[in-house]
């Protein structure tokens, strides 16, 4: 340990950020002699950043500005495309048996449904990578808008589904506009969040998918009434109001989204300044290259890659498996019926929300990525194992309903810690090539585990779904020792960089670091300039985004 320690020092002394398994951080965040944050990414971070020439203060009201403008609109499309996506977990169970149901209506057969949840990340996997390119092409101002009507308009087109097909069809399409949402979102933080700043920022962004669980969850209730309104069932209905909902929030979307640092017309000369000189080597920016073929290789070719990946989509199935089918399971297992099983799904997903603001939060001040993934992971598992033998010994336990219920608040706990893996992964990729192929490929174990987790509950396993209660477990563990081996890949892999072009970070990334310093040279140049000058003299946001494209 100490001998990983000295050379992950050394390394983390040139810009690479490698993280260890102390226990220094967790709790609180280590300090120097001079009273400055002593973690790896505070040193990684002066190291590689120029000396402020800003106030604190100025700092802190642009991070307030980039959480209105930049936060706040990706939380609102990440919950609008959680709930058209999520959305058939609620509508299964409205008018259940009934000849109005989903199932009955479509003549769904065993395992249409499931598969009709998974299709969609089909394309959802295969468009990632092509997102974050047409992300950075158009930027997130006129990206998220565009998808965000295509998919409101194929959700709302679901409602006219007569059969399987129809079905298939419309969820199949649904992944191409929602592919970049999750990836594209992350990596738009990359452009205007330092890594310090990333965890709670994409705990909040994933915190959507609870609020969008939990608006989906009352929203059915309120809408399954409407059933035979219209000519319509119930569950066309829900596609109908939840599809117009994404096509009218677009508009606001596209007027208060940001571009970039360098060319958004949305903040003044001086926050653009700052927006761009507050990184340092190795950040993501507009000036980037942003494909690199060979980014493309090392990215595939790295250990931590599969590491990442693999640690993700472990957690990921779980956590899937568990937003798309908790109402069934307390309908099944726990003997609830449909509004309170739609109601309790609602109130679980309700109380995670905090959780997915303080836990990351917490990550951030500590600087800590490694403990504070695993302990939420290893505290879900008491769920799945109570489940577990709860439906192995149905006649035997004496174990209340009410009491199995609570246990799904054990189980979201793992949620908290998707956005501590991706602030870590995030904080290992150099440049906005790598933050493209990187951020995509672990994304993709989401995508991956969405098509696997529906097939964990199949009706045929109802009511107990042992099968997967018990592979639930065993992914959750896996998950923990594969996660624990990252740091001494990231290692690993610097070391041979630093063996093969004496530098611990990626060249490529040199190279874009030096071409983002005329950026920020003209900006600071052009702030010169308005400062000297008056009103009618002073260079108009056009130029600089002339001089810095």
């Given at each position: 340990?100490?001998?990983?320690?000295?050379?992950?020092?050394?390394l983390?002394?040139?810009?690479?950020?490698?993280?260890?398994?102390?226990?220094?951080?967790?709790?609180?965040?280590?300090?120097?002699?001079?009273?400055?944050?002593?973690?790896?990414?505070?040193?990684?971070?002066?190291?590689?950043?120029?000396?402020?020439?800003?106030?604190?203060?100025?700092?802190?009201?642009?991070?307030?500005?980039?959480?209105?403008?930049?936060?706040?609109?990706?939380?609102?499309?990440?919950?609008?495309?959680?709930?058209?996506?999520?959305?058939?977990?609620?509508v299964?169970?409205?008018?259940?048996?009934?000849?109005?149901?989903?199932?009955?209506?479509?003549?769904?057969?065993?395992?249409?449904?499931?598969?009709?949840?998974?299709?969609?990340?089909?394309?959802?996997?295969?468009?990632?990578?092509?997102?974050?390119?047409?992300?950075?092409?158009?930027?997130?101002?006129?990206?998220?808008?565009?998808?965000?009507?295509?998919w409101?308009?194929?959700?709302?087109?679901?409602?006219?589904c007569?059969?399987?097909?129809?079905?298939?069809?419309?969820?199949?399409?649904?992944?191409?506009?929602?592919?970049?949402?999750?990836?594209?979102?992350?990596?738009?933080?990359?452009?205007?969040?330092?890594?310090?700043?990333?965890?709670?920022?994409?705990?909040?962004?994933?915190?959507?998918?609870?609020?969008?669980?939990?608006?989906?969850?009352?929203?059915a209730?309120?809408?399954?009434?409407?059933?035979?309104?219209?000519?319509?069932?119930?569950?066309?209905?829900?596609?109908?109001?939840?599809?117009?909902?994404?096509?009218?929030?677009?508009?606001?979307?596209?007027?208060?989204?940001?571009?970039?640092?360098?060319?958004?017309?949305?903040?003044?000369?001086?926050?653009?300044?700052?927006?761009?000189?507050?990184?340092?080597?190795?950040?993501?920016?507009?000036?980037?290259?942003?494909?690199?073929?060979?980014?493309?290789?090392?990215?595939?070719?790295?250990?931590?890659?599969?590491?990442?990946f693999?640690?993700?989509?472990?957690?990921?199935?779980?956590?899937?498996?568990?937003?798309?089918?908790?109402?069934?399971?307390?309908?099944?297992?726990?003997?609830?019926?449909?509004?309170?099983?739609?109601i309790?799904?609602?109130?679980?997903?309700i109380?995670?929300?905090?959780l997915?603001?303080?836990?990351?939060?917490?990550?951030?001040?500590?600087?800590?990525?490694?403990?504070?993934?695993?302990?939420?992971?290893?505290?879900?598992v008491?769920?799945?194992?109570v489940?577990?033998?709860?439906?192995?010994?149905?006649?035997?336990?004496?174990?209340?309903?009410?009491?199995?219920?609570?246990?799904?608040f054990?189980?979201?706990?793992?949620?908290?810690?998707?956005?501590?893996?991706?602030?870590?992964?995030?904080?290992?990729?150099?440049?906005?090539?790598?933050?493209?192929?990187?951020?995509?490929?672990?994304?993709?174990?989401?995508?991956?585990?969405?098509?696997?987790?529906?097939?964990?509950?199949?009706?045929?396993?109802?009511?107990?779904?042992?099968?997967?209660?018990?592979?639930?477990?065993?992914?959750?563990?896996?998950?923990?020792?594969?996660?624990?081996?990252?740091?001494f890949?990231?290692?690993?892999?610097?070391?041979?960089?630093?063996?093969?072009?004496?530098?611990?970070?990626?060249?490529?990334?040199?190279?874009?670091?030096?071409?983002?310093?005329?950026?920020?040279?003209?900006?600071a140049?052009?702030?010169?300039?308005?400062?000297l000058?008056?009103?009618?003299?002073?260079?108009?946001?056009?130029?600089?985004?002339?001089?810095?494209?």
């Amino acid at each position: 340990m100490l001998k990983f320690r000295v050379k992950a020092d050394a390394l983390e002394r040139e810009g690479v950020y490698i993280g260890d398994w102390g226990g220094r951080n967790v709790l609180r965040p280590s300090k120097n002699k001079e009273g400055q944050y002593d973690t790896s990414e505070d040193r990684i971070e002066r190291l590689n950043t120029m000396e402020p020439d800003w106030e604190a203060k100025e700092e802190r009201a642009l991070v307030r500005k980039l959480d209105l403008r930049v936060l706040f609109p990706c939380v609102v499309i990440y919950v609008l495309a959680y709930l058209d996506r999520s959305n058939l977990g609620n509508v299964k169970i409205l008018q259940k048996g009934g000849p109005d149901s989903l199932e009955t209506s479509l003549n769904l057969k065993n395992g249409d449904f499931n598969w009709a949840v998974s299709i969609a990340y089909f394309t959802v996997t295969a468009m990632l990578i092509p997102a974050t390119l047409l992300l950075k092409k158009l930027s997130a101002k006129i990206f998220f808008p565009i998808c965000m009507v295509l998919w409101g308009a194929i959700v709302m087109s679901m409602g006219a589904c007569s059969n399987s097909g129809g079905l298939f069809a419309a969820r199949f399409f649904l992944g191409v506009p929602e592919a970049g949402v999750i990836t594209c979102g992350i990596m738009f933080f990359s452009f205007w969040y330092k890594p310090s700043e990333r965890a709670i920022r994409i705990g909040i962004f994933y915190s959507s998918n609870s609020i969008a669980q939990a608006i989906s969850g009352f929203l059915a209730v309120g809408i399954d009434h409407l059933n035979g309104h219209g000519g319509l069932k119930s569950w066309q209905w829900v596609f109908i109001i939840e599809g117009a909902m994404s096509i009218f929030c677009a508009i606001p979307i596209y007027f208060i989204l940001l571009t970039f640092p360098e060319d958004s017309t949305a903040l003044s000369d001086r926050e653009r300044y700052i927006a761009i000189n507050r990184f340092g080597r190795g950040s993501t920016r507009k000036t980037d290259v942003s494909w690199d073929t060979m980014a493309f290789i090392r990215i595939m070719t790295r250990p931590s890659t599969y590491a990442f990946f693999l640690s993700y989509i472990c957690i990921a199935i779980a956590a899937v498996a568990q937003a798309t089918f908790l109402p069934t399971i307390l309908k099944s297992l726990m003997k609830f019926d449909t509004t309170k099983a739609n109601i309790y799904t609602a109130i679980v997903n309700i109380v995670a929300v905090p959780l997915y603001w303080t836990y990351p939060l917490h990550s951030d001040w500590t600087r800590e990525r490694m403990w504070h993934f695993i302990v939420p992971v290893a505290a879900s598992v008491p769920c799945y194992a109570v489940w577990t033998y709860a439906g192995s010994h149905p006649n035997e336990h004496t174990i209340s309903y009410i009491s199995m219920y609570g246990m799904a608040f054990l189980g979201q706990l793992l949620l908290v810690a998707q956005p501590v893996l991706l602030s870590y992964r995030s904080s290992t990729l150099y440049g906005a090539a790598e933050q493209a192929v990187g951020t995509s490929t672990a994304v993709a174990s989401l995508s991956i585990a969405s098509i696997i987790a529906p097939q964990m509950y199949p009706n045929s396993d109802a009511p107990y779904y042992l099968q997967g209660f018990t592979a639930t477990v065993s992914l959750l563990a896996a998950s923990i020792v594969i996660y624990a081996t990252i740091p001494f890949f990231l290692q690993l892999e610097a070391s041979q960089r630093k063996k093969k072009t004496g530098h611990a970070l990626p060249l490529q990334s040199l190279e874009d670091s030096e071409n983002s310093q005329v950026s920020a040279a003209a900006m600071a140049e052009l702030h010169q300039l308005n400062q000297l000058g008056d009103g009618e003299n002073s260079l108009k946001p056009k130029a600089v985004h002339e001089e810095t494209v």
